[in-house]
């Protein structure tokens, strides 16, 4: 049974910063792209960050690129995304995903939703001004 349970959300001010993580269990994170995707009220998910199975492969959306990384610490089974510099336009339902695929244009298909087969339940990330 897959669980991809998410932590480190909270209520912050403009300007700070989060690591948000993503605990993996019946899956190996090494063998999946991984994903991370957010929500807010009213909106629809949308792409944040992916780091390929590889691990030195790793790809943003435009909206936190430059204030993002994302990583993978293999041990622990656990993957990460640091937010710096957070705006309230961050606010949102952050979650984790993970597809077993491998594709050759990776960053056009890790953006996409139904692309990913295991979600996480969220955690929520409010930025205040």
């Known amino acids: 049974q897959v669980q991809l349970v998410e932590s480190g959300g909270g209520l912050v001010q403009a300007g700070d910063s989060l690591r948000l993580s993503c605990a993996a269990s019946?899956?190996?994170?090494?063998?999946?792209?991984m994903g991370w995707f957010r929500q807010a009220p009213g909106k629809e998910r949308e792409f944040v960050a992916a780091?390929?199975?590889?691990?030195?492969?790793?790809f943003y959306s435009d909206s936190v690129k430059g204030r993002s990384t994302i990583s993978r610490d293999n041990a622990k089974n656990t993957v990460y995304v640091q937010m710096n510099s957070l705006k309230p336009e961050d606010t949102a339902v952050y979650y984790c995903?993970?597809?077993?695929?491998?594709?050759?244009?990776?960053?056009?298909?890790?953006?996409?939703?139904?692309?990913?087969?295991?979600w996480g339940q969220g955690t929520q990330v409010t930025v205040s001004s």
């Open positions: 995903a993970a597809t077993p695929r491998w594709y050759t244009n990776s960053y056009y298909y890790l953006q996409r939703t139904d692309e990913y087969d295991y």
């Open positions: 019946g899956l190996t994170v090494s063998n999946y792209a």
């Open positions: 780091i390929r199975q590889s691990g030195s492969v790793t």
